[in-house]
């Protein structure tokens, strides 16, 4: 619980060690230090005493990067050691922080993803939004950003993505708005939203003034000075896509829920390997469906589609 809340963006003010007692249940047991005026777990492996200076920096450096590059040596503030206590049997514990998925952005995205919902459905009081879902694979969670939604209007839409840039100056460089039948989690889902619910022209806006964040490039050689100015220059920007339906849609062109269900209990019962549906994994309306349409469909589930082709043959119209 410890280590899961000492890297958690928790509000200011707020101590890291409630969250972790939150989290356990119960108070964190703490001790004073050795030799500087802290508090530490009384329960930690091996702790560090020391003293961070404020007027000097040290290079730091090259290390493996979340964002996927090796980040290079650069001056960084570094701690002076005073103390070193462990237990007998010390276990040493940290977090890999290199090309995502990593141990470092499985714990972020856990912590990240209900916070930033939680600003969107309660701070900004948007109630459609279902919930918000970081991409981590390569991209380390802060670029791609999906926001899904149940039935939204369209200044909604605008407010959640617009919302996401907000939240962090470094967050979102493509922000996509998707619909509550789009599985955030599935790349493949999200790209076929993009494919057919949003119109390049109408629904995408480039927001200018962004600063590029944790992401190269970076300086080769440079002062501590030029580094900082790189890193707040506002040169970067954000693509915001709105791929929410905007009008009635065709079913999706799969059997109802009730026949893959029935499917897929079938399969299990003849032993073939173990499925994993990922939605969409069965067929229902988007408005463009009406009680005719049902009605032949039933009629197909019987058996009798002939009379379907009945009925059409005396709606034939003559070419001239």
């Known amino acids: 619980m410890v280590s899961y809340a000492a890297v958690q963006k928790v509000p200011y003010g707020l101590n890291e060690m409630e969250v972790a007692g939150g989290l356990a249940g119960e108070p964190i047991r703490m001790v004073k230090c050795?030799?500087?005026?802290?508090?530490?777990?009384?329960?930690?492996?091996?702790?560090?005493?020391?003293?961070?200076?404020?007027?000097?920096?040290?290079?730091?450096?090259?290390?493996g990067e979340s964002h996927g590059y090796m980040h290079p040596r650069h001056l960084s503030a570094f701690m002076e050691v005073t103390c070193i206590t462990h237990k007998r049997k010390p276990v040493w514990v940290s977090f890999i922080s290199q090309v995502t998925p990593s141990e470092s952005?499985?714990?972020?995205?856990?912590?990240?993803?209900?916070?930033?919902?939680d600003y969107?459905?309660?701070?900004?009081?948007?109630?459609?939004?279902?919930?918000?879902?970081?991409?981590?694979?390569?991209?380390?969670?802060r670029k791609v950003i999906i926001v899904q939604m149940r039935k939204p209007k369209e200044a909604e839409v605008w407010r959640a993505l617009f919302g996401v840039l907000s939240y962090r100056q470094e967050l979102g460089k493509l922000?996509?708005?998707?619909d509550e039948d789009i599985d955030p989690e599935n790349m493949d889902a999200v790209m076929w939203a993009l494919s057919y619910r949003m119109?390049?022209?109408?629904d995408v806006r480039i927001i200018e003034g962004k600063v590029k964040g944790h992401a190269p490039p970076f300086l080769d050689h440079g002062s501590?000075?030029?580094?900082?100015?790189?890193?707040?220059?506002?040169?970067?920007?954000?693509?915001?896509?709105?791929?929410?339906?905007?009008?009635?849609?065709?079913?999706?062109?799969?059997?109802?829920?009730?026949?893959?269900?029935?499917?897929?209990?079938?399969w299990n019962e003849l032993g073939l390997p173990s499925l994993k549906p990922q939605a969409p994994w069965f067929g229902y309306s988007l408005g463009?469906?009406?009680?005719?349409?049902?009605?032949?469909?039933?009629?197909?589930?019987?058996g009798e589609h002939y009379l379907t082709g009945e009925k059409l043959a005396a709606r034939q119209v003559r070419l001239k």
């Open 120 to 141: 969107l459905k309660r701070t900004l009081n948007l109630r459609s939004v279902v919930k918000v879902s970081m991409h981590e694979p390569l991209t380390n969670l």
């Open 34 to 63: 050795r030799t500087v005026d802290l508090e530490v777990p009384a329960d930690a492996e091996i702790v560090f005493e020391g003293i961070i200076h404020t007027d000097v920096l040290e290079p730091e450096g090259p290390f």
């Open 288 to 302: 463009q469906w009406d009680e005719e349409l049902e009605e032949e469909a039933r009629l197909a589930v019987r």
């Open 224 to 266: 501590i000075e030029e580094e900082i100015k790189r890193a707040d220059a506002a040169d970067d920007s954000s693509l915001l896509i709105n791929a929410i339906l905007k009008e009635p849609f065709p079913p999706v062109s799969l059997p109802k829920k009730e026949y893959m269900e029935e499917a897929l209990a079938i």
């Open 175 to 178: 922000v996509i708005a998707v």
């Open 199 to 202: 119109k390049p022209h109408r």
């Open 105 to 117: 952005s499985v714990i972020k995205k856990v912590g990240y993803e209900p916070l930033f919902t």
